[in-house]
């Protein structure tokens, strides 16, 4: 499967939210939460507009590493189908690859008013909008994601990243540990429980979260090895 580089983001984002000391893990959790997009191709394929030339040089250029080629195939594909959540859904993600943060904001706002339930459409536009340090926006489209899907770790994630870095400790905690509880397999949710726990001052428990996410992710490291 190819991606394009969905973890340039993390530069923008990192900065928003610092890692504990006490709790720190290989990988920040919206890191994470960017590896949970789907792939463009994923997106695309779903969607009349799939057809149109436009999106196969899209697919094309991505596969060939060309993603600012990408963006601007996907630009027009969007704007040939205006009414296409998928087109505007791609293009949004390809904006966000690219940094084009207010375009990934429009282009994810656009695909939520022509499909108001898609809580890909909402990740999506939290992470544009975090890197935007809109903070506030941010943890709306957070907390679309946990309205349509209560028991996915993403949006309780996303709420504990954005509460952290505004200094809200107690919010922060109560989302991690919200995290944790319905996706106890989930390494990212225990590293942003580390984190929260850290910067709540308990620190054994911090180190315990961190301890199982460290675990998490070896079988992890170990599965896809075996893949």
């Not at 990192?14 to 000391?21: E, G, H, M, N, T």
């Not at 890909?120 to 975090?130: I, K, P, Q, T």
């Amino acid at each position: 499967m190819v991606r394009p580089p969905l973890v340039v983001l993390l530069f923008a984002v990192i900065c928003l939210i610092p890692i504990a000391p006490a709790a720190r893990a290989e990988d920040s959790s919206i890191d994470k939460l960017i590896k949970k997009l789907p792939a463009p191709e994923k997106v695309v394929q779903v969607d009349p507009a799939s057809q149109d030339p436009l999106a196969k040089r899209t697919m094309s250029a991505i596969k060939s590493s060309n993603y600012g080629d990408a963006y601007a195939t996907s630009q027009k594909l969007a704007a040939r189908y205006p009414k296409s959540a998928t087109a505007q859904a791609l293009h949004g993600q390809l904006a966000l690859a690219m940094r084009h943060y207010p375009q990934a904001s429009n282009a994810f706002q656009k695909a939520i008013s022509i499909e108001p339930n898609s809580a890909f459409a909402y990740v999506g536009l939290a992470l544009s909008e975090a890197a935007q340090n809109h903070l506030q926006s941010a943890m709306s489209g957070f907390r679309q994601v946990t309205r349509l899907y209560p028991k996915a770790d993403v949006g309780w994630i996303g709420l504990s990243a954005c509460a952290e870095q505004l200094g809200h400790k107690g919010e922060c905690l109560d989302y991690a540990r919200r995290a944790t509880a319905v996706a106890p397999s989930s390494f990212a949710a225990w590293a942003q429980r580390a984190r929260a726990e850290g910067i709540s001052g308990n620190r054994r428990a911090a180190d315990s979260a961190l301890a199982r996410a460290n675990e998490l992710q070896r079988k992890q490291n170990k599965s896809t090895r075996r893949g």
